[in-house]
């Protein structure tokens, strides 16, 4: 669970979800229900977004782990929206499959950016 020291909750936190706990008096932060959905939809779409790049530039999960530095156990779990991955990640992933970041979370059409880094 998030913790935070007692205060009011920033509007950036409650934009994303979390809101403070209200039957205790700690200070720890509760996740919302939406917070969950948005989490799990950004997940979903993560691992269909890295599988559909990974397919169309026809390498294998053990070839974008090698391009991008890391396991390919985490390519795995990415593709099965269990990973909990980094910032860092995500930005070797997109290198390795020439694609913006932002592309990895958009859906197929949806963002221009989505596409080649260099189009």
């Keep these: 669970m998030l913790v935070r020291k007692r205060g009011a909750v920033s ?3 409650a934009n994303c979800g979390l809101h403070q706990a209200k039957d205790s008096g ?6 919302s229900e939406s917070f969950l959905q948005t989490q799990s939809q950004l ?7 890295v599988k559909e790049r990974r397919h169309s530039s ?6 974008l782990a090698e391009r991008a530095g890391i396991r390919q156990a985490l390519v795995s779990q990415i593709e099965l929206g269990e990973a909990n991955v980094t910032l860092d ?12 970041l932002a592309g990895l979370f958009a859906a197929k ?8 880094k260099h189009s």
Excluded at 26 to 31: D, N, V
Excluded at 109 to 116: F, L, Q, T, Y
């Design 26 to 31: 700690s200070g720890r932060l509760a996740i």
């Design 43 to 49: 997940r979903a779409t993560l691992a269909r977004r």
């Design 11 to 13: 509007p950036n936190m």
């Design 109 to 116: 059409g949806d963002d221009p950016r989505a596409g080649s």
């Design 58 to 63: 026809k390498m294998s999960q053990r070839d």
């Design 89 to 100: 990640s995500l930005l070797r992933i997109a290198i390795a499959l020439d694609v913006d």
